[in-house]
């Protein structure tokens, strides 16, 4: 995540990309804007949070090693989009905030969207083995294990962005922490080495995801061609995969999002506002919706427990309006 969300005014860029300067929308305009975003944090926070309730209604998901990585995943996305919502509407109503509140909303962030990708390329491996090593998968994909990856991927997530804050504690004095800012990640933690270091660190990240799906991805097409009886199950993890890599490049986008913004700029100029808030919508929301779609919409298996849950959550609402109260 190369800067934290904070659109509320119009980027200019002058020579250099981090060197910004920003104007207020006006108020119809800051209207619509949040408008949007929080509906679309609304509607996907309900299907979120149906997707998490679903799976923990159902003791055959607690064993399944697939679910539980999906379910992470799920919960991972809601905190991200709960936290870059936060930042986005707190640019609007506040403008700045507390240095200290935004640095834990940046790093919790970048925790977040950095785990994405790594939770996709466990994922894939999971899928993997169990297609191309069907004897062994219940071996090596167990609940337990699998709990221990999810702590992997939250240590080699929170790990290189710790260092952030640690560099910014030692740099900074103390009434830094205690003013007010403009909550983006170049405003907090200002040393050019981090952005560098950050650099260097979304490069091995997204190199190793990449590949990890490249690798997946063939040795589930080249088993689907070995073994005829499996094919179709082969077919289904290989379209998972491929959607995994959608969702990938999704991912990526919020690495690559400043850059796009000055070409945009510099072809579209005057129209900065509207193209800093299709990006918004672009990289940190559209992203979301996939995940859903996957295992919610995709999976028989959790399709079926899916609108069992939604048609007893309706029979519910039902029957509250029609038992009379006393």
Not at 77 to 104: E, G, H, P, R
Not at 307 to 314: E, F, Q, T, V, Y
Request: glycine letters at 2%.
């Amino acid at each position: 995540m190369s800067s934290s969300v904070a659109p509320g005014g119009n980027r200019s860029f002058p020579h250099q990309l981090n060197q910004v300067t920003f104007t207020r929308d006006t108020f119809t305009s800051a209207f619509v804007k949040n408008l949007i975003v929080f509906v679309l944090w609304l509607i996907l926070s309900y299907i979120h949070s149906t997707l998490v309730s679903t799976f923990f209604r159902h003791q055959t998901f607690y064993e399944d090693p697939r679910y539980i990585l999906f379910i992470h995943m799920v919960i991972n996305d809601a905190i991200q989009l709960t936290v870059t919502v936060t930042l986005f509407v707190s640019s609007y109503i506040f403008y700045k905030i507390n240095v200290s509140f935004c640095c834990l909303l940046i790093l919790v962030a970048v925790f977040t969207t950095r785990n994405t990708p790594v939770n996709l390329a466990s994922m894939a491996i999971e899928r993997y083995i169990a297609i191309c090593k069907p004897l062994r998968h219940s071996q090596i994909c167990t609940v337990r294990k699998t709990y221990k990856v999810i702590g992997v991927i939250w240590f080699l997530c929170a790990a290189p962005d710790i260092t952030d804050l640690f560099v910014t504690l030692a740099t900074e004095s103390l009434s830094f922490f205690h003013g007010s800012v403009l909550c983006l990640r170049q405003n907090v933690f200002k040393d050019p080495i981090l952005a560098l270091k950050r650099q260097a660190f979304d490069i091995i990240y997204f190199s190793f995801v990449f590949l990890t799906l490249i690798f997946t991805y063939f040795r589930i097409l080249f088993a689907a061609r070995a073994a005829a009886t499996e094919k179709m199950s082969a077919q289904r993890a290989r379209n998972t995969i491929l959607l995994h890599g959608l969702q990938l490049s999704m991912c990526l986008l919020s690495y690559i999002s400043p850059s796009v913004e000055l070409v945009l700029h510099l072809i579209f100029p005057g129209r900065i506002r509207e193209i800093r808030f299709a990006n918004y919508l672009i990289v940190y929301i559209l992203p979301r919706f996939l995940s859903p779609i996957i295992y919610g919409v995709r999976d028989k298996k959790f399709r079926k427990y899916f609108k069992m849950n939604l048609l007893s959550n309706r029979c519910r609402e039902k029957l509250k309006k029609v038992t009379p109260q006393h």
